[in-house]
């Protein structure tokens, strides 16, 4: 189904949701092709806003749409109150849904890229430069790389066990296999040849050990994840502010008589009123009347 269908089909209503845990393109197919095959449900995902418009039967309820959502693994929560006219069109959210978007959440990685910074950075100097190694240090990089690894990088490997129980993989499942890999293997050596790092070697190929590999490529996706985080914010709030420039309400005249309505439950063939200093709740035709003339 497409726009077009939505303002010939009767009984369809716009369901406006959140979607939390969204990482990249193919959480967002995988979104839309989980809602697609609800019959007669079509939904367009916003990655940036973190948001879906859904166009939906009648007969579909709220409930279905939710937890069809949260079964691909993701959070789904509803954003506005059900029943919209199906007379909108499914690809522009309304200025009141954009204005309820939620922004970027830069403070739930803020601690783990604070951990993961402040961890690598002694594992990359005792890994990297020969003359700061000290006896058996590579059980002390390991010992710093395990918080890593482990609960800093918690939202990568959550990501892939998510996407990888509905047998599907992202960006994330790369990262995720990436840091395993080169932890793992680098733990694996040094147990295997506990005196591996017994001699500080300060001249010479060290042993072949990657602790700081899977350290920094942690450290360096948190810091990425946060920043677009904080633009995402940035562009939310921005955007929040240009709608909230808009008319909130219109003045609609039905047979002589003018009633005051929200904007956003305007239709096409309705007649409103715009006095002078007013702002024009939408597009429209001018039918009787003229804009003051500015003086020079």
Not at 285 to 295: E, L, Q
Request: aromatic fraction near 6%; charge should be neutral.
């Amino acid at each position: 189904m497409d726009t077009k269908t939505v303002f010939t089909t009767p009984n369809t209503r716009i369901v406006d949701l959140d979607v939390e845990g969204m990482t990249c393109a193919s959480c967002v197919s995988r979104v839309e092709r989980k809602l697609g095959k609800i019959g007669g449900v079509t939904a367009t995902v916003n990655l940036a806003l973190e948001t879906a418009r859904v166009t939906a039967p009648a007969d579909v309820t709220d409930e279905q749409i939710v937890d069809t959502v949260n079964a691909t693994g993701y959070k789904a929560t509803l954003r506005t109150a059900p029943g919209r006219p199906a007379t909108e069109s499914a690809q522009t959210p309304t200025p009141e849904a954009t204005r309820k978007a939620p922004a970027g959440r830069p403070t739930g990685l803020l601690p783990r890229l604070v951990v993961a910074a402040a961890l690598t950075v002694p594992v990359v100097v005792i890994s990297m430069i020969p003359a700061a190694r000290f006896p058996h240090w590579g059980w002390w990089a390991l010992a710093l790389a395990l918080p890593v690894v482990t609960w800093a990088a918690w939202p990568f490997h959550r990501a892939t066990a998510v996407n990888a129980r509905h047998l599907a993989s992202t960006m994330d499942t790369l990262v995720s296999i990436g840091i395993s890999a080169a932890f793992l293997y680098s733990a694996w050596e040094l147990i295997n040849n506990p005196g591996l790092t017994a001699v500080p070697g300060a001249h010479g190929e060290g042993p072949g050990l990657y602790f700081e590999v899977a350290t920094v490529i942690v450290t360096f996706l948190l810091l990425g994840r946060h920043l677009e985080a904080r633009a995402k914010q940035r562009a939310g709030d921005a955007l929040k502010a240009l709608l909230n420039l808009g008319a909130k309400d219109a003045t609609v005249l039905r047979d002589g008589v003018e009633t005051t309505v929200p904007a956003d439950s305007l239709v096409a063939g309705d007649v409103f009123v715009v006095r002078p200093g007013e702002k024009i709740a939408t597009d429209g035709i001018v039918t009787a009347g003229k804009a003051p003339s500015t003086p020079h």
